[in-house]
């Protein structure tokens, strides 16, 4: 009778027992489809926070709690993983890898990063996001930091104090009114870049493309490089004072459009079947540098003159320290059999920025705004 | 008969060779003579071991003179069949019935035949895989010896070099061509039509490095390999902005490289060519991260 009644006992408390494990794994990760999974975490203000999923657009923005928020609508379970190498649980975390999990992963965290779906994500204002997804766009605003990858998405990132580092191999890349050092790439697609400034004086901002082009406004960061190898690049804007200006193009033109006033010295490197166009007074330097091409070859074309055909050189004004070229066209030479790199070194105003410009087969701009 | 016999004696009288005088007086001898005797049976025991040592041998059965005769009878007679079959049959049927008529020998032939051909072919199809650049004939003509290719700058290094591997030919590229090749070739290799040449030309000279090329070639190769190791993972979109990529790249590296090898003391035509060179580099490098799907890289 007693071996009876344990029996029973035994039956019905492993019952109960996978009854109360069923329930709580059905609150924890099972949602019904559409409905919209949300998982919250206090975190340390300054944060450095990861996302990352196979595919799926995900939207990361800035707010002033110290707490991230995860919502997605596509996943089944959302964790929290804390990466810190300290384990001092009485303050809130600052390193948390966000675990998004959906019906293509299961519930096995081995399979992170391979996710489908979008996630929607806030994060403390100072923190540093990392997110990553292999076919979404990312969209990033109000955080400190942000490292954005994405293979075919298109990466907008707007509102960056401290860095920011963005590539993508087919999508394009957009960053506004952000600042910090900036480091952006894209293979084959455009990279746009506006208003952004340097949050301490060792700021780069570099910029890199294969055959996407490159649009740049308003960017004064003391050292801008740009990097291409058959886009246009093209800036617009002032220049930052004493700022260094570097530009290396394969093939694509290079069009800069600086204000009238702009003071910056120009070292370019250019094919001699391209063309140097210039509006503004250049003043050929002649130490260390080739003599200027022939005066028969050197046409003026002023501001007023856009598109129509160039008038012949005026006489340039007897040079305190060299020839003034004001301004310019260099017209392509005739045919030659052999590559011929021309450089050319020159100042406008009293050469407070340095404008490097090296450009293989394509022509240079030198605008007026 | 006083004497003693002497040891060839015995050993004919051991061995049945004397007459049969001989051994009478042999047998007489041993009988009244004792050293001879001692002599004899001393020699009877050296010939019983020695039998018994070489049993084995002795057991093999030795084709005897009249076994001879029966084989020398029965080849005669096969001969002759053979010859009157002949006499009856056509030629090429008398070669085929020869042919499929196994003897033990012709077996033995026709096996190691056949092994030398499997080598053979083996070593063929090894030899057809691996043989980097063939010619193959397109028309008619049978394969083209030697004929000269002109290299893609930026994708061959200097023969016995480690960078001679990096044969990097991408759909789009400028990749190897033929002499005669057409500007549509994607493949790795190029079939080229033969055309007997007037005069022998001299073969393509090696692709000379420029300085500092060498461990960009290297390092493009290695991300190469990298890449290729499991490009059937990469998904059709990325593989298309791939290789469109890099056909753009390989168009610069060509470019720029002529241009410096056209100006060997120009320093700056020299930084286009690396600048292009880096390029590539950042380009395959953002693919292979691409491809191993990145992860989260804390």
């Excluded at chain 1, 019904?32 to 926070?49: F, H, I, N, T, W």
């Excluded at chain 1, 052999?338 to 701009?365: E, K, N, P, Q």
């Excluded at chain 2, 059937?232 to 790249?249: C, F, G, I, T």
């Excluded at chain 2, 590296?253 to 600048?275: C, G």
Aim: charged share 20%; proline share 6%; with cysteine.
């Amino acid at each position: 009778m007693k071996n009876r009644l344990f029996a029973v006992c035994a039956v019905a408390g492993l019952v109960l027992s996978l009854a109360v494990a069923a329930l709580a794994h059905d609150e924890k990760s099972e949602t019904k489809p559409g409905e919209k999974v949300e998982r919250s975490l206090a975190v340390d203000a300054q944060a450095v926070v990861t996302l990352c999923v196979a595919s799926g657009t995900l939207k990361v923005r800035g707010w002033e709690k110290s707490e991230i928020r995860v919502r997605s609508i596509d996943a089944t379970q959302i964790d929290f993983r804390r990466i810190e190498k300290t384990r001092d649980m009485s303050r809130p975390p600052s390193r948390i890898d966000v675990m998004v999990l959906n019906k293509s992963t299961g519930i096995n965290p081995k399979f992170d990063c391979r996710a489908i779906a979008d996630v929607d994500m806030e994060v403390p204002a100072g923190a540093t996001v990392q997110v990553q997804t292999r076919d979404g766009d990312i969209v990033i605003a109000g955080v400190a930091g942000a490292y954005a990858g994405s293979q075919n998405g298109d990466i907008t990132i707007e509102r960056a104090t401290k860095l920011v580092e963005a590539g993508s191999v087919g999508g394009s890349i957009s960053l506004k009114d952000s600042s910090g050092r900036i480091n952006l790439s894209s293979a084959g697609g455009g990279v746009e870049a506006i208003n952004i400034r340097a949050a301490s004086d060792d700021d780069t901002f570099e910029v890199g493309t294969v055959s996407g082009d490159i649009q740049l406004d308003r960017v004064s960061n003391p050292k801008v490089t740009v990097k291409t190898v058959n886009g246009t690049v093209t800036m617009s804007g002032p220049l930052a004072k004493s700022g260094s200006y570097g530009f290396t193009n394969m093939t694509g033109d290079i069009i800069l459009a600086m204000p009238h006033d702009a003071s910056f010295q120009l070292n370019a490197k250019v094919s001699d079947k391209h063309d140097i166009v210039s509006e503004f007074n250049l003043k050929y330097l002649s130490d260390a540098t080739p003599p200027p091409p022939p005066p028969a070859k050197i046409k003026t074309k002023t501001p007023e003159a856009k598109g129509k055909t160039p008038t012949p050189a005026q006489p340039p004004e007897p040079p305190k320290s060299g020839p003034v070229i004001a301004p310019i066209v260099v017209q392509k030479p005739m045919p030659a059999a052999a590559y011929v790199l021309r450089r050319v070194t020159a100042v406008c105003g009293t050469g407070d920025a340095s404008i490097s410009v090296a450009s293989f087969g394509g022509t240079v701009h030198l605008k007026k705004i | 008969m006083t004497r003693c016999l002497d040891e060839a004696k015995l050993q004919s009288y051991f061995d049945g060779e004397l007459s049969l005088d001989m051994m009478e007086s042999v047998t007489s001898h041993l009988a009244s003579c004792t050293t001879c005797a001692a002599a004899a049976r001393e020699l009877e025991e050296e010939s019983l071991f020695v039998m018994s040592a070489l049993a084995a041998e002795f057991e093999t059965s030795v084709p005897t003179e009249r076994l001879r005769e029966r084989i020398d009878a029965a080849v005669l007679g096969e001969r002759l069949t053979v010859a009157g079959a002949t006499q009856k049959s056509s030629g090429l049927a008398a070669f085929f019935s020869g042919l499929l008529n196994f003897g033990t020998q012709r077996s033995l032939g026709y096996a190691s035949l056949a092994v030398v051909v499997a080598f053979a072919a083996i070593f063929a199809v090894v030899k057809l895989q691996t043989t980097p650049v063939e010619n193959t004939a397109t028309n008619q003509v049978a394969v083209a010896p030697k004929v000269p290719t002109v290299i893609d700058n930026n994708s061959v290094a200097a023969p016995n070099t480690p960078a001679q591997a990096v044969a990097l030919p991408k759909a789009g590229s400028e990749g190897v061509r033929g002499k005669s090749g057409s500007e549509g070739a994607k493949g790795r290799y190029q079939q080229v039509k033969y055309t007997p040449p007037a005069a022998p030309k001299p073969a393509a000279d090696p692709v000379k490095l420029l300085p500092g090329e060498r461990s960009y070639l290297q390092t493009i190769a290695k991300l190469d390999s990298t890449i290729k190791s499991n490009q059937k993972d990469m998904r059709p979109s990325l593989q298309v902005e791939y290789q469109r990529n890099l056909a753009v790249v390989d168009r610069a590296i060509a470019a720029t490289r002529s241009a410096a090898k056209s100006n060997p003391n120009d320093p700056d035509a020299a930084d286009f060519m690396f600048a292009a060179y880096q390029s590539k580099v950042d380009l395959l490098n953002t693919i292979a991260d691409a491809r191993l799907g990145g992860g989260r890289g804390h």
